[in-house]
């Protein structure tokens, strides 16, 4: 690994020691909450949409797990605000690990993408597509 892994390491210790947008909003458009039980990860995603009902405006995020999982739901609550539903739900593990900017090891890609997953599923629970109470990675 060179020195750019390095700087991905410290940048992903960074978003885990000092959390962006970490807490719960007030008066989200939607919220909903997830956990990785291989882990103990549990992450609840708020998202507040702009007034056409599908740009993302601002996210925030609360729980507790490991560093990869709480450094990834600080990243993309930096990342998704600007975007649409639309594009969140098209997003995939690869852009997660390129957010990262390091390998995951296969056991870790559970604890990477739950943020994603968890705002992914908010969003189709808010579009109405799926009803669920909690996203589960083991699922």
Request: hydrophobic share 30%; charged share 30%.
């Amino acid at each position: 690994m060179g020195m750019g892994s390095d700087m991905y390491r410290q940048q992903i210790l960074d978003h885990y020691k000092n959390p962006r947008n970490y807490g719960e909003m007030e008066d989200p458009t939607f919220s909903h909450v997830g956990e990785n039980p291989s882990c103990g990860d549990t992450i609840k995603m708020d998202v507040r949409l702009e007034d056409d009902g599908e740009t993302i405006e601002f996210v925030s995020f609360s729980g507790d797990g490991c560093a990869i999982s709480q450094a990834s739901a600080s990243m993309l609550s930096q990342k998704l605000p600007g975007t649409s539903l639309s594009e969140l739900k098209e997003m995939d593990r690869d852009d997660i690990v390129d957010m990262l900017g390091v390998d995951i090891s296969p056991m870790r890609i559970k604890c990477a993408v739950l943020a994603e997953k968890v705002a992914q599923d908010g969003a189709k629970i808010y579009e109405g597509e799926i009803d669920l109470d909690k996203t589960k990675t083991e699922d």
